[in-house]
Every structure is written in C-alpha cells, then in structure tokens.
C-alpha cells in the first residue's frame, strides 16, 4: 500500500542545536516530495519541495532536505534550530498516478527548548 | 492581499445539525481541496476540485458534501452521517496541479456537542 511514515511523533531540541526530521515513503510511481510547516492554529506553509535533479534541495527558513532514492527517504534538516521553528511538520508525496493530490504523514511536533 | 480564506474559524454544533464551513480564494487557482486533520493522522483529503461544476472524493469523503458553482468559492457539508465531525478542517488551493503547492486557509475548528 502506498503510505507516508514520520516515525517521530514529537522531538525536542534545544535552541541552536542541529535538528533532522525523517520522512519515509512508500509508493510504486516516482515520487515528488515535500515538507510543510504548520505553526500552532494555522494552516501549512510549503518549506521546500523535490521533483527531480540536485537530491539536496533548499528551502525557506533555512532548511534542507536530501532525496535518497535507495532508502526511500526524504530527511529535512536544519543545522541551528531558532525558538521560531517550534512548529509540526509534515512530509508528503504526490505521484504520477495522483497528480494534483497530495498524501501527508502523520507530523512530526517540535519542541524548541532554551 | 491574495489569499484563502475559511469562515467561521470556530463553531460549536449540535450533534444532527449539518454545518456549513465556508473557504474563499482570491488567488485565481483552478484546484481547490478540503482536509481534515485530527492528532497524530496528518491530514487527509475529503474532496478536492480540479475545475469549476467538477469535483471529486478524496480518501474520507462519507458524511460530507461540497459544491463547486464559482472558481473562487468551494463549500464544505458536513452532514449527520459524519460519525466523528469534530476536527479542525484545512481548505486548499493549487496553482497548477502540476507544482503540487498547496496554500492554506487557516483552517476552521468544529467541535460537535
């Protein structure tokens, strides 16, 4: 079955600290990945998104995210984390047989600690 | 200020009563989506449309209803057959389906008593 796996429901990191959250997938067409941010209440907001090329994409806010094709991942990254991005983030995939529609994992909930 | 907007942002229900939650976009985007989120499941597609008098089922479609007269305006049911209406509900639009940016309204709460 196609499925999009955030294995952590919740992380804390302390300001400043390196943070990566993993996002795995399962589908049989090529896949095009994203990462979105909700703040607490509010609707989601696109970070970064990958469809073909440089396996490391950059977003906005100052993250990252690497394509693994063999590992069927699609990790975001940032490398010093602000109290600003205590926030959930969600992967998602959309494919060649769903084009137009998303499917999002469960979220990821950060916690940003002084 | 081009954007999403959903009406009302809160709304407290009786169970039996259908709801109606609103979601207008200025953005001139063809595609329009609604998804209900509860913790811990992400959120998921209820309906979505790709053009105006044209809409489809998304993976929870039971127990809702939209309709999809006008590009800038696409209302969501939620009717008695929805066993577990309280959620917070996102509505959506695309560009252009082929860039799968998705933009959000801020989302609306229901909670049914």
């Not at chain 2, 039996?16 to 992400?42: F, I, K």
């Not at chain 2, 449309?49 to 969501?76: C, H, M, T, W």
């Amino acid at each position: 079955a196609q499925s999009v796996t955030q294995p952590d429901i919740h992380i804390t990191v302390s300001e400043g600290a390196s943070l990566e959250l993993r996002c795995n997938y399962s589908y049989g067409a090529t896949p095009y990945l994203f990462w979105y941010v909700q703040s607490p209440g509010q609707g989601l907001q696109l970070l970064l998104k990958y469809f073909s090329g440089d396996t490391l994409v950059q977003g906005i806010k100052g993250f990252e995210a690497e394509f693994k094709r063999s590992q069927s991942s699609f990790n975001l990254r940032k490398p010093s984390v602000h109290w600003s991005d205590a926030a959930e983030y969600f992967c998602a995939v959309m494919t060649t047989d769903s084009w137009g529609k998303l499917q999002f994992g469960a979220g990821t909930q950060v916690v940003v600690t002084p | 200020d081009g954007g999403i907007t959903q009406s009302p942002k809160y709304l407290f229900r009786k169970e039996g009563q259908n709801v109606t939650l609103s979601c207008e976009q200025n953005l001139n985007h063809d595609a329009m989506y609604w998804y209900r989120q509860d913790p811990g499941q992400g959120l998921r597609l209820i309906y979505y449309s790709q053009i105006v008098n044209d809409f489809q089922k998304g993976d929870i479609a039971e127990g809702y209803s939209v309709s999809r007269e006008k590009k800038e305006s696409f209302p969501l049911t939620v009717t008695s057959a929805q066993k577990n209406p309280t959620a917070f509900y996102l509505c959506a639009s695309m560009p252009d389906r082929n860039t799968g940016e998705l933009f959000f309204g801020e989302g609306s709460r229901l909670t049914v008593l």
